[in-house]
């Protein structure tokens, strides 16, 4: 795993240790964390299978952490007199003030136990005397020195007596001084182990006390009771048969919170008993059985082993609380239930070497089940990767009462090898002869698979693998063969200072971007990963990326750095080619938007070159308009040219040395990478003159008829790639289209505005006309009206018919000529628009239709209408022309019209339906022709124009109108109209 993978709380353990640094026991790194030694110990197994420390047992119960060196070498500066004192210490428990003498007897180390029971801190006492702690009795009579003599002479003394603490009380102590020796044997100090044995000895005395009193009382109790007090161990009372105290020890009216008074009080009186025991109590009455039970007694806060006799004059009851047994029970409970949990592999033999037990991880990691293995000896697990002196060794170490601890190769019951760190133990009875073995397996399989994958990867990853100091110009102490691929260099320039990281290497440029992302990184506990430039042996520059994080000390300062460096160059070139590619892209969409925003050709064309030269890294940029006589180009638009020659300056189109002649003669781009060297032209004077080298240009416009050219240029030798010249078409195509468009809206404008005039030639004609033909028309008919009154009797029936026609025509011809004189005026003579009711115009125009509607018999009904925007009286017209041509058109039937509404966004679609003789699809359009009838004047009346004027009405209101109709069935006219 990587440092990226550690909690916090991890990382934090792991900054206590020094790379290769001394190693530490459980309780020291306990109290730099200020954590117990329980979640302490947790967290340095975890570390442990983080593979980031290593760690062996010492002693009985002791065990040192230290991180490994990179090269996997044990921690420097301990000998094995040192393991020897980390034995001697660790075995004890916290109960214990254990420390070491020089050889002197001055005192060299201190713990937490020595401190609390002794009342000294360190500070105080380390270098001080240890006979400091003895009474001036003591060291009055040389006792001091005489333990030193005897643990010098013997190995080890044991002694008990008062001793002084830093406050000048004094307390009983059981004292252990051991002597230190080197492999030569050459004493090197003295480990000194204090336990406070007052309690137990002022328990003894008063216990002493109790028991000559007891005696005393014995001889006059009756004899009955003298075998109970052969029993009593702590607490006992006696009652009588009605529950009543005749005798309390003192214990007893300690634990029961009574004094001497309550002799002969009822117990259920003076002492809250518990349910369970009250009953307990008459039972042994009634039953004159004893009763034995354990119980948890509150008022005492702890457990009690309860004893109740009975006898002919009442009971007997003894206690003794067992609450520290209990407390085993549970300890010994919880130590099971870990040994059958744990990962390591641990198994127990008998002092001959016979397994008596394995945990499920045994069987776990073996293959052997407990029933195949209880009963053998380890020698199944044997590899053969191991000497006979090897496990001769092994055994003498255990069987001489040490502790054996080494990695160890063993077989799987597969026949599969395993790593394992392996710890045997000797466990002695309560007469010091060993009476069992217990050996723990770590299994490191993979750990050692993990290193070994390490130097692999170290070897293969795809760049270089550091570790440097965290100093200004980053020294390294440690880097891959991989530097020589990525920088030119041996790593041992770097290694040894020859060659800087930081001075020679990085590019300066870029230590301040670097340092600070670094360090602040690290402040937050965090990997880094930075990009900058570095100048390899060669003088050539490459972009790397360094991955790391920071290495802390065991102060928690910032000491080394360690990571990878990976050569990015390429990855970076092809972002920068992305990075063109992307602006390229947007600039193009840009262009294009603002060619549709902006009218303004020449605004176009200077933001188009402006952006070509800004994106290309050009220094010019040109747009040339060729003239109508296709013999020069005008310089129209351009930057990175001198002052004044923009809009003035001109380039041949015709002439050979023209790169832009030579473009136009041609149907693609042209590329120029040197000027000086190019054979198909030469530079004109405008680039010449300009110190231009390079460039490219191509044709607006369709190349067989050019609207002018778009060229780019540089005063630098350029590659331009295949995207750079797609690039400068597009910028081209954009201007070719605003060109066209606006020249297409010129041509545009000026059709319209031809029409238009046009048009309103042809409604002052027509008005005229319709006016003019006013006049005689009425003469025709007046004379015809005189013609038939004056001589109507005197004309036949041929005549009288053919006067019929006559004024039948002039009619006719009058009611084309208003409504002619109408259509003309629709777009003059209409009002301005203004909100307006549709259901008040159809009710005025059903009014003014009211005898028609009357006389066909018509039904008319209409959905609530809405308001629109437009002219009260066409509307009006329109309406009108709609229903009158839904009667005229009925057929047989009478009419049934029906008009609904729609609204369809900010518009209204209004319909009129009838059920009448329908009309033909084919005829759909043609019915709004001006003068267009379907029918013949025999067939209905009509002038043609009604619905034509319905058009031009609707038209003009910004709408349409339309028909859908089946011959036979009816017909639907709808129109649209904008909502007021």
């Not at 790194?29 to 299978?49: M, P």
């Not at 830093?166 to 004292?175: C, K, L, M």
Request: charged share 30%; glycine share 8%; aromatic share 8%.
């Amino acid at each position: 795993m990587t440092g990226s993978e550690l909690t916090g709380v991890l990382r934090e353990t792991l900054a206590l240790f020094e790379v290769g640094g001394e190693p530490m026991t459980t309780a020291e790194v306990a109290e730099q964390l200020d954590v117990g030694r329980r979640s302490t110990y947790e967290r340095l197994e975890r570390l442990v299978e983080h593979g980031r420390l290593d760690t062996k047992k010492v002693g009985g119960n002791g065990r040192v952490w230290w991180q490994p060196a990179p090269d996997g070498r044990e921690p420097t500066g301990r000998s094995n007199a040192y393991d020897d004192q980390l034995r001697s210490l660790i075995d004890a428990t916290e109960e214990y003030a254990i420390f070491m003498l020089d050889p002197d007897g001055r005192v060299q180390t201190w713990n937490s136990g020595a401190e609390q029971i002794k009342g000294y801190a360190a500070t105080e006492i380390i270098g001080t005397h240890f006979s400091t702690f003895y009474t001036d009795d003591d060291r009055a009579a040389g006792i001091p020195e005489t333990n030193l003599t005897a643990a010098e002479r013997h190995g080890s003394v044991e002694d008990e007596g008062r001793r002084v603490r830093a406050d000048g009380s004094t307390f009983w102590a059981n004292v252990t001084i051991s002597a230190i020796r080197d492999d030569d044997g050459t004493l090197e100090g003295y480990t000194k182990v204090t336990r406070d044995m007052t309690d137990r000895r002022e328990y003894e005395r008063r216990l002493e006390a109790q028991t000559e009193r007891l005696e005393r009382q014995r001889d006059e109790l009756e004899s009955e009771l003298d075998e109970v007090f052969e029993r009593i161990s702590d607490g006992f009372y006696a009652l009588d048969g009605d529950l009543r105290f005749i005798y309390l020890n003192d214990q007893a009216m300690e634990t029961l919170d009574v004094d001497e008074s309550a002799v002969g009080a009822d117990i259920r009186d003076e002492v809250l008993l518990t349910d369970p025991f009250e009953d307990a109590l008459c039972d042994a009455l009634e039953t004159q059985e004893p009763v034995i039970f354990e119980e948890y007694y509150e008022p005492g806060n702890g457990w009690f082993y309860n004893a109740i006799y009975p006898s002919d004059s009442g009971l007997s009851v003894y206690f003794r609380e067992i609450t520290q047994e209990k407390e085993r029970e549970r300890e010994l409970a919880r130590f099971e239930r870990a040994v059958e949990a744990t990962g390591h592999a641990i198994y127990m033999t008998d002092p001959e070497g016979e397994i008596t037990y394995v945990n499920p991880a045994f069987e776990e990691i073996t293959g052997y089940t407990a029933e195949e293995a209880v009963g053998e000896t380890p020698s199944i697990l044997r590899s053969g990767k191991h000497s006979d002196d090897y496990y001769d060794t092994l055994w003498e170490t255990v069987r001489a009462g040490e502790v054996w601890e080494e990695e160890i190769i063993d077989q799987r019951k597969n026949g599969a090898f395993y790593y394992a760190e392996q710890t045997i133990a000797p466990v002695t009875n309560e007469n010091g002869a060993i009476d069992r073995f217990v050996a723990v397996q770590n299994d490191i399989t993979e750990r050692k698979e993990r290193k070994r994958q390490l130097s692999t990867l170290i070897d293969n990853v795809p760049g270089m693998v550091y570790r440097c100091r965290n100093e200004p110009d980053w020294p390294m102490e440690f880097v891959s063969d991989a530097c020589r691929d990525l920088t030119g260099y041996d790593p041992e320039t770097l290694e040894s200072g020859a060659v800087s990281w930081g001075a020679d290497v990085m590019v300066h440029e870029d230590h301040e971007h670097v340092a600070e992302p670094i360090q602040e990184a690290v402040a937050n506990g965090e990997p880094f990963s930075v990009t900058y430039q570095i100048r390899t042996a060669d003088d050539e520059i490459r972009w790397v990326r360094d991955y790391g994080r920071g290495v802390l000390d065991d102060e928690g300062n910032f000491v080394d750095i360690e990571g990878i460096i990976a050569d990015i160059t390429g990855q970076k070139e092809r972002e920068r080619e992305l990075e063109r590619r992307a602006d390229q892209q947007q600039t193009v969409a840009d262009l294009g938007q603002f060619a549709l925003e902006t009218d303004d050709l020449d605004e176009l064309m200077d933001r188009a070159a402006r952006q070509v030269a800004d994106v290309l890294d050009n220094e010019y940029c040109k747009v040339l308009d060729l003239d109508q006589g296709a013999e020069e180009l005008l310089l129209r638009q351009g930057v990175g040219w001198r002052d004044g020659i923009v809009g003035e300056a001109t380039v041949s189109a015709i002439e050979a040395d023209s790169q832009a002649a030579y473009t136009l003669a041609n149907d693609h781009p042209i590329v120029v990478e040197d000027l000086a060297t190019e054979t198909r032209f030469s530079g004109p004077e405008l680039l010449t003159s300009h110190d231009v080298r390079s460039g490219l240009s191509t044709v607006i416009g369709p190349f067989d008829e050019p609207w002018g050219i778009l060229g780019t240029h540089d005063t630098e030798w350029r590659d331009y790639a295949e995207e750079d010249v797609s690039f400068v078409q597009s910028v081209a195509n954009i201007l070719a289209e605003a060109i066209e468009r606006q020249q297409y809206q010129q041509e545009l404008e000026e059709l319209v505005a031809d029409l238009e005039e046009s048009n309103e030639r042809l409604e002052q004609f027509a008005y005229a006309a319709s006016h003019d033909l006013q006049e005689p028309l009425r003469m025709v008919s007046s004379y015809l009206q005189l013609l038939e009154r004056r001589y109507g009797d005197a004309l036949d029936e041929d005549a009288e018919e053919f006067l019929e026609f006559a004024v039948d025509g002039a009619d006719r011809m009058r009611a084309m000529i208003q409504g002619l004189l109408q259509y003309s005026r629709i777009e003059t003579k209409g009002d301005p628009f203004e909100p307006t009711d549709l259901d008040s115009i159809l009710d005025e125009v059903l009014t003014d239709l009211q005898l028609r509607v009357e006389r066909s018999d018509a039904d008319v009904t209409s959905d609530p209408l809405p308001v629109v925007q437009g002219d009260a009286d066409q509307l009006r017209q329109v309406f009108q022309n709609l229903l009158d041509n839904a009667m005229e058109y009925s057929g047989d039937d009478p009419p049934r019209v029906h008009i609904s509404s729609e609204k369809r966004g900010d518009e209204w679609i209004i319909s009129v339906h009838d059920d009448g003789i329908g009309i033909e699809p084919g005829d759909a359009d043609r019915i709004f022709e001006v003068f267009n009838r379907l029918h013949t004047h025999e067939e209905y009346d009509g002038t043609g124009i009604g619905l034509a004027l319905c058009e031009r009405i609707i038209e003009r209101h910004g709408g349409d109108i339309w028909v859908e109709s089946t011959p036979g069935e009816g017909s639907t006219f709808s129109f649209t109209l904008p909502d007021a």
